[in-house]
């Protein structure tokens, strides 16, 4: 494979439609909620990505900000300054395919050109209106969380959720986005109480409508430790749990700290999935 971005969006949407795919979480931030600082400089960033493909990640998502609640926000200049020499030393030898996970479609464009072929939207292409056309013009896959401003407990999150995302897909399709290039994501713990989470993940089938591929991202979130009353270090069981349920019910993408376990969970899966299809 090329650092060619066409190539990498090519080779991982191609990779999705094989079977569950594993998407390792990259992290080059201070303040994460799970692994703020472990990987906050070129050296360290570049090492992780190589344990997660050699654990068997099949893209790796690059992120500057964090997004946890509380988080402070960071400026376009400090996210670049963060982001894109990691990517540049991944893009190097491109062993999988490169995704940036950021909102602003400045830092998008910019990481596109130095490498990455996905963009990881948290706020499904809406937080900034520059975003749906940065897309369409550098040609990346894109992925569009579902994602509130606060949480409203009384609120339907799953008429919320189609009501978001179908706003979405109509600022993509304004500006000429392939579909076909377009992932989905219900957000687990952005703006929605862990219930509305759990909700999101025990109805996922409300997203098969839109006829596109799912990723989920609940690797370690506060949902699971709400229901195990576990500390982020001690919510592996929990996650490997969660992510098995949502493979199950046709997850194409799962986002993850602990790739190798997530592995094993891939291959069950698919081939329980596999024996239950004939």
Known sequence: MTCDPASGRDAFLARIKQGPAIMGILNVTPDSFSDGGL?????SAVAQADRMVAEGADVIDVGGESTRPGAAPVGEGEERARVLPVIEALAKSCPVPISIDTYKASVARDAVSAGASIINDVWGFQKDAAMPATIAETGAAAIAMYNRPVAEPERDVIADM????????????????PRDRILLDPGVGFGKTWRQSVRVLAELEALDDFGLPVLVGLSRKSFIGQLLDAP???RLIGSVAANTVCLMKGAAVIRVHDVAEHREVVTMVRALRGNANG
């Open 162 to 177: 189609r009501a978001f995302l179908d706003h979405t897909l109509a600022l993509s399709d304004g500006v000429g986005v």
């Open 39 to 43: 990987f906050d400089t070129v050296e």
């Open 232 to 234: 982020v270090g001690e």
